[in-house]
């Protein structure tokens, strides 16, 4: 998939927040899921952006340019998104003794993917405004 990562925060956002009179037929707690594997693919895709313009070599593992962020980022922005990396990864594995991660707390990881982005100049978030 080639979306971009505004497209991904714009769709995980559409999940999130459904236009009044949608039938929902996915429960809140499989669409906030879902929402979180959109954040996470936009993190990695602004991740992506920021740190292979200048450094062609730079791992594709996420882990990796975790590591390598702080250097190229700063130490605040480094801390934010291991954070929120780690958070939405943990949110994106369905186990089975674990309720779904509740839509107030990807709501929450909404507003740090898109200031991350924003941020870091890896991406301009368009769209609806959370």
């Not at 009179?21 to 952006?49: I, K, N």
């Not at 740190?51 to 922005?77: F, N, V």
């Not at 909404?110 to 301009?124: I, K, M, P, Q």
Request: charge should be positive; hydrophobic fraction near 40%; aromatic fraction near 4%.
């Amino acid at each position: 998939m080639n979306a971009s990562p505004e497209t991904l925060v714009t769709a995980a956002y559409c999940l999130l927040h459904p236009a009044p009179g949608t039938v929902h037929s996915p429960a809140p707690g499989l669409r906030a899921r879902a929402a979180a594997v959109l954040f996470r693919m936009a993190l990695d895709q602004g991740l992506e952006r920021l740190l292979s313009a200048g450094h062609p070599s730079m791992p594709l593992i996420g882990k990796h340019r975790m590591l390598c962020l702080e250097w190229y980022a700063g130490q605040d922005t480094a801390r934010r998104c291991r954070t929120t990396w780690s958070t939405l990864t943990a949110a994106c594995h369905d186990r089975t003794r674990e309720l779904p991660p509740g839509p107030a707390e990807i709501r929450t990881r909404l507003l740090e993917v898109t200031g991350l982005l924003a941020a870091r100049g890896a991406a301009t978030v368009t769209g609806p405004t959370p």
